[in-house]
């Protein structure tokens, strides 16, 4: 699936085929999922992509070709990726922090992505993740952005602990993590979102309280009421100014804001109630993504049972229908997951 230019339709059509670089490796996907960063990027919000484009960065397959320095994956491996690849090298790579790298490639923005039937992924000692024998493709491709980003930022960003408030403000695919991640880790959970589908959704995997938006005028306030004082701990699963201040002024004293969904803005800057900041000492902070090697940790939690993120997966669809379902996300993000299977 290929688009020429940002905002207009995007077309499924032959391209040639990638080959490794020799510290690469090619996959055939066989499921990707639809994000709202593909949307971001396809509206041009995104100084990384270069014209024309294949979008996609949510993905799961088999490797099917592997560059010369590759030691630690052959063909048919089951395998996916964090979103973020990361170059294996670089100071903060060094240190662990492979999701902010220096110099990271992401598949879908850097360069050309996975909604298609084979996908380039660099440094794949460093990226590749096995999938478990009984995980599904689709769940898998849930894994790589929405289900894995939630995981930081719920677990390790947000240091979630039993018996805590956690508000998730926006419950799309990474709220909906969000608050299944949470509700496991013996959080009470509130769920904010202007879509009922949603908070049916953001009930089934663990919410105490929905908030509806659209009826609740000041959902900081609400929060704040339910939970005698406010949230310790909040997340902007979204990413809009709105819901960014409403994460923020649901803080109880010493509470801590999480950022997740983008924010992109002409100047790269975004209203944020700092004073509130200041006189509660809350802690802001970003989540970007989580690396590769964190993951085993989040797949323990799924094949106990824990977590499910097959629940997340609400629809599939075929490649052909991809372009209208892109260009959809802007208007109605949708509930849940839809994953893109190139192959059906
Ligand atoms: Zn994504
Ligand atoms: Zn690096």
């Given at each position: 699936?290929?688009?020429?230019?940002?905002?207009?339709?995007?077309?499924?059509?032959?391209?040639?085929?990638?080959?490794?670089?020799?510290?690469?490796?090619?996959?055939?996907?066989?499921?990707?999922?639809?994000?709202?960063?593909?949307?971001?990027?396809?509206?041009?919000?995104?100084?990384?992509?270069?014209?024309?484009?294949?979008?996609?960065?949510?993905?799961?397959?088999?490797?099917?070709?592997?560059?010369?320095?590759?030691?630690?994956?052959?063909?048919?491996?089951?395998?996916?990726?964090?979103?973020?690849?990361?170059?294996?090298?670089?100071?903060?790579?060094?240190?662990?922090?492979?999701?902010?790298?220096?110099?990271?490639?992401?598949?879908?923005?850097?360069?050309?992505?996975?909604?298609?039937?084979?996908?380039?992924?660099?440094?794949?000692?460093?990226?590749?993740?096995?999938?478990?024998?009984?995980?599904?493709?689709?769940?898998?491709?849930?894994?790589?952005?929405?289900?894995?980003?939630?995981?930081?930022?719920?677990?390790?960003?947000?240091?979630?602990?039993?018996?805590?408030?956690?508000?998730?403000?926006?419950?799309?695919?990474v709220g909906l993590s969000a608050v299944m991640i949470a509700a496991a880790a013996g959080a009470r959970v509130i769920a904010v979102d202007v879509s009922p589908e949603a908070l049916s959704l953001a009930r089934m995997f663990g919410a105490m309280w929905c908030l509806d938006a659209g009826r609740v005028r000041d959902t900081a306030a609400a929060v704040r009421e339910l939970t005698h004082g406010g949230a310790h701990l909040s997340l902007d699963a979204l990413g809009s100014p709105v819901t960014c201040a409403a994460s923020v002024n649901g803080l109880r004293r010493r509470g801590r804001h999480v950022q997740v969904g983008l924010l992109p803005s002409p100047d790269g800057t975004t209203p944020v109630p700092l004073a509130r900041a200041i006189a509660l000492e809350l802690e802001l902070l970003g989540s970007h993504g989580m690396a590769a090697h964190a993951y085993p940790g989040m797949l323990r939690q799924v094949r106990s049972g824990v977590l499910c993120p097959d629940l997340l997966v609400t629809s599939t669809i075929t490649l052909d229908a991809a372009p209208a379902a892109l260009a959809a996300m802007g208007t109605a993000p949708g509930a849940g997951v839809t994953v893109i299977e190139p192959w059906s």
């Open positions: 699936m290929v688009f020429e230019q940002f905002g207009k339709p995007a077309e499924v059509r032959d391209v040639p085929d990638p080959e490794p670089v020799e510290h690469g490796v090619i996959v055939r996907v066989e499921a990707t999922g639809l994000c709202r960063s593909d949307w971001h990027g396809w509206m041009g919000h995104d100084p990384d992509i270069t014209l024309p484009h294949v979008p996609g960065h949510e993905l799961a397959g088999v490797v099917e070709a592997v560059g010369s320095r590759v030691t630690g994956w052959r063909p048919g491996d089951r395998v996916t990726v964090p979103f973020v690849c990361a170059c294996g090298t670089c100071p903060a790579c060094a240190a662990g922090d492979q999701q902010v790298c220096e110099r990271q490639t992401q598949p879908g923005f850097h360069h050309w992505g996975s909604f298609a039937e084979y996908v380039a992924l660099d440094h794949a000692d460093v990226n590749l993740v096995a999938i478990p024998d009984d995980m599904e493709y689709s769940t898998a491709a849930a894994l790589g952005c929405r289900f894995a980003t939630a995981f930081r930022a719920v677990v390790q960003q947000g240091r979630v602990a039993a018996g805590e408030w956690v508000a998730v403000h926006g419950c799309g695919g």
